[in-house]
């Protein structure tokens, strides 16, 4: 059974808004603040907006698909990138793809099992997110880094192991360029 009717919205590239977005929320670096590698800088950057989301209100059921704008401002906490803060779809055996319409950075990826994996992203480059990855989104210019998100209805939200474990690479800027590397294992 289809609960949804047709309609469209309009995508504003610039911005990284929707016309008219059912659902918009800002991530603050204070939601976050631990998933960066410096606590020091952490402390000194008062706290800014790192990512900004505008969802439509889709049912959430499996035949569906949630559709959302995904915009991560440009800046670094320390030697950081701005990032998402990533997530494993809560039904794990959903994918998502990633169209990017404004900026440069990467999608950081992972499996449960160790796989790690950071595709660019950059205008007009549509990202396949697989099944079982937790992805995150990292800003490393300097300008927003916007995309246009479409995922099944009911895949859900699980950051309980990003919260927990982080991912196992962090990108950060070195000698002015973005380095993907290790994360420390926390002692
Ligand atoms: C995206 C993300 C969005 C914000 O719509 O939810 O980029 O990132 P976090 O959810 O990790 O805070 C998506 O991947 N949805 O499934
Ligand atoms: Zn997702």
């Known amino acids: ?16 808004t929707l016309a008219s977005p059912d659902n918009v929320y800002e991530r603050h670096l204070s939601a976050m603040a631990e ?20 969802e439509k209100k889709i049912p959430e059921l499996a035949g ?3 559709w959302c704008m995904s915009v991560t401002l440009p800046g670094k ?36 099992d160790g796989q790690s994996k950071a595709l660019e992203m950059n205008p007009d480059v549509a990202v396949y997110v697989p099944a079982r990855w937790a992805h995150r989104s990292v800003n490393t210019g300097g300008e927003p ?34 380095a993907i590397i290790d994360n420390r294992p926390s002692s």
């Open 1 to 16: 059974m289809f609960l949804s009717t047709p309609f469209s919205d309009v995508i504003d590239r610039v911005e990284g």
């Open 35 to 54: 998933m960066y590698e410096d606590a020091e800088a952490v402390a000194a950057a008062g706290d800014p907006v790192i990512y900004k989301v505008y």
């Open 64 to 66: 569906e698909l949630q």
């Open 77 to 112: 906490i320390g030697r950081e990138y701005y990032m998402t803060k990533g997530h494993f779809h809560e039904v794990r055996d959903t994918a998502e793809i990633y169209l990017c319409v404004r900026g440069t950075g990467y999608m950081l990826m992972e499996t449960e």
């Open 145 to 178: 880094l916007i995309s246009f998100c479409v995922y099944p209805g009911d895949a859900g939200h699980d950051y309980g192991t990003i919260e927990t474990e982080g991912f196992r690479k962090r990108i950060v800027e070195i000698d002015g360029r973005p």
